[in-house]
């Protein structure tokens, strides 16, 4: 059995991402717009297969995934720590 990937959570900067098209995403990412910006998450199950099928090129990092949300247009992103940026959605 392979290992699978883990959940990142990350945060971009709403205003900068001029280039970045919010109806695009992909089904291995999950989006929140709120007043922290563009909230984004990966979705492991998802990923694991797209990256089988050879659909979704980056590697299992944070480093590879902030990279890859960069080139979708997003700017000013940055890795936060999952139990708050799941915190937060308990108050929203």
């Not at 392979?2 to 945060?11: A, E, N």
């Not at 109806?23 to 291995?28: A, F, I, M």
């Not at 997003?74 to 108050?91: A, K, S």
């Amino acid at each position: 059995m392979s290992k699978t990937g883990k959940i990142y959570c990350f945060q971009a900067d709403y205003r900068a991402s001029t280039q970045f098209d919010a109806h695009q995403v992909p089904d291995w990412l999950s989006l929140e717009v709120h007043w922290k910006g563009y909230c984004i998450s990966t979705v492991p199950w998802v990923a694991d297969v797209a990256r089988v099928l050879g659909v979704l090129p980056v590697d299992d990092t944070p480093e590879a995934w902030m990279n890859y949300l960069e080139e979708l247009g997003l700017e000013g992103v940055t890795q936060v720590c999952c139990e708050d940026f799941y915190e937060d959605r308990l108050y929203s």
